[in-house]
Structure formats: C-alpha cells, structure tokens
C-alpha cells in the first residue's frame, strides 16, 4: 500500500476523513487504507461505512485488521493501544 | 452463534467486557461473538486485543465486519449509527 493511499483518522470531523478518501479514489487510487488509533476507531468504521454506503458503492471493504501498538508517553512507561486497518478496494 | 455467546459492548469499563469474555470461554464456548455500535466500537477492539494478548493466547480473531443500523429516535428520524462485529474462536 502506497504511503499516499493510506488515510489516518484523527481527531477531525468525519466527512473531513471521508472527502480525503473519496478524492483518492477520485485521483486514480484503487486500493485504500484507513487506519486509526483509540478512539478514532469509531470513527474509522463510520468513515468506511459512509463511503460505501453513500459515496462510492462500488467500493468494498476487503480486509478489516486489528492489532495492538505500543506508543511512547511522557510519563515514563510505554501505552498500549488498540488500531484497526481497514483495506476498501474498488 | 448462540446469543448467551454474544457479548454487547457498552458503557461499563473495558475490563467488565473482558471478563465477560473471559467467563463465557470458562464455562465452554469456543466462540464468541463481541459487538458495539457507535463510539463503543473503540471499546469492543480494545477487548478483543486485551481478551487474546493477555489473558487467551489460543483465541483468535476469526472474522470482524462491520455495517449500518438504523435505530429509532426520540426525536422523529431514524439515526445511522456503524456497528461492529468480532467473532472469536479456540
């Protein structure tokens, strides 16, 4: 996966997430990553859903993985958190 | 999936929901079904990665999907809210 077909869901509104996916596609991509952290996770499945449900009908969900990411704090010990990659390809 | 192998994630702490899992895998499933709508869906994945990285080495993510529900409201239209489902298996 490309580095530029891959959207990080962060603390922005959701349509913010889903018009940067939409014009990816737009753009030529044919394969598209979101991935999220905590608890943008939420917001990562919403992104996704409205997408292919209201934007893009031809665009399916191909993979959706979760795994745990340790990330370094300021106070001291390393916190462990939760991500989710989900793969929609056209 | 039997629904007493379903558990519904919702606003009680993390760990309730793991122990929840813990306990149904205890007393004989071998696979569970863990559920979440909405900003819980951040939750239900911090479950599933807690419940297999920590307390079940031999459990194991079999499948996650995810879709769109409509759920009534007070005020007059119904409401699209994402949900996830992740089923897991000895």
Same mark, same amino acid.
């Given at each position: 996966?490309?580095?530029e077909?891959?959207?990080?869901?962060?603390?922005?509104?959701?349509?913010?997430?889903?018009l940067?996916? *939409?014009?990816? *596609?737009?753009?030529?991509a044919?394969?598209?990553?979101?991935?999220?952290?905590?608890?943008?996770?939420?917001?990562?499945?919403? *992104?996704?859903?409205? *997408?292919?449900?209201k934007?893009?009908?031809?665009?399916?969900?191909?993979?959706?993985?979760?795994?745990?990411?340790?990330?370094?704090?300021?106070?001291g010990?390393?916190?462990?958190?939760?991500?989710?990659?989900i793969?929609?390809?056209?």
């Amino acid at each position: 996966m490309a580095e530029e077909n891959t959207i990080f869901i962060g603390k922005k509104g959701t349509m913010a997430y889903v018009l940067a996916v *939409v014009t990816q *596609v737009n753009s030529g991509a044919t394969e598209i990553a979101i991935k999220a952290r905590g608890k943008a996770i939420s917001r990562a499945v919403d *992104v996704s859903e409205i *997408v292919r449900n209201k934007f893009m009908k031809d665009l399916k969900i191909t993979s959706i993985s979760t795994s745990t990411e340790e990330i370094a704090t300021d106070e001291g010990g390393p916190l462990k958190v939760s991500s989710i990659e989900i793969l929609m390809k056209k």
